[in-house]
């Protein structure tokens, strides 16, 4: 198993411009979200899932790589800081397919902010590095959405259980995914049990600003198992 170099040079200047960029963070707080704070996961916790990542080989440029291109997609992704975390790691990595990474978010403010940070990162990323992000309603998405998303991360307990049954029935219509993390049991809202099986060992994370631990969810298209 590879374990992707910690804090790398990419990571600390993208933190850097992050503070800068977005007024919401403080020491880690994201902006407001329908009138309570959100938290993102710790750098630590990041990591953590970007090695399961590594591990599965989705993130290697063999010869023969069969992808064309990697899409990674962030469902309430706030200020887009697991998309920046993992573009900085599939730099170190000399990853050279292309990579797209997705963002939907609602909140407007906490959009325009994570479109700021795209912008102004953007110089430390090679053009095949793609950041999208766009202010939107997941429980909009249409079965369609996620037809050539390979990796999906969801973090956001704020989000009501009904937008990711819809979320789950998208994964399920997907033929594509590979891998989904979230902080949600989504084989209890829907997701498709016989398609994507859920890792034994979960990944433990902390919130920015507190000590609450939380868990993070793995789950393998079977076909994907490694």
């Not at 949600?184 to 049990?193: E, K, P, R, V």
């Amino acid at each position: 198993m590879y374990t992707a170099v910690k804090q790398t040079e990419t990571w600390k200047k993208i933190r850097v411009i992050r503070r800068n960029v977005c007024p919401g963070i403080k020491c880690g707080i994201s902006s407001q979200f329908g009138g309570s704070a959100f938290a993102e996961i710790r750098d630590g916790g990041l990591q953590k899932i970007v090695d399961v990542l590594v591990s599965t080989g989705l993130l290697l440029q063999p010869k023969s790589h069969k992808n064309q291109k990697i899409v990674a997609i962030d469902v309430g992704s706030g200020l887009g800081k697991f998309l920046f975390f993992l573009a900085s790691t599939c730099l170190e990595l000399k990853l050279k397919t292309r990579l797209e990474l997705r963002g939907i978010e609602i909140n407007a403010s906490s959009f325009q902010q994570a479109v700021a940070t795209s912008e102004a990162v953007k110089t430390l990323f090679p053009n095949n590095y793609i950041f999208q992000f766009s202010n939107g309603d997941a429980q909009q998405m249409e079965n369609s959405f996620l037809d050539d998303v390979h990796i999906m991360y969801a973090f956001n307990r704020a989000v009501p259980r009904e937008v990711f049954r819809h979320v789950c029935a998208v994964c399920n219509a997907s033929s594509c995914l590979k891998i989904i993390f979230s902080s949600l049991d989504l084989h209890q809202l829907g997701l498709n049990a016989q398609k994507f099986q859920m890792a034994g060992e979960k990944i433990k994370v902390v919130a920015e600003g507190g000590n609450t631990s939380s868990v993070i969810r793995v789950y393998f298209r079977y076909s994907e198992v490694p």
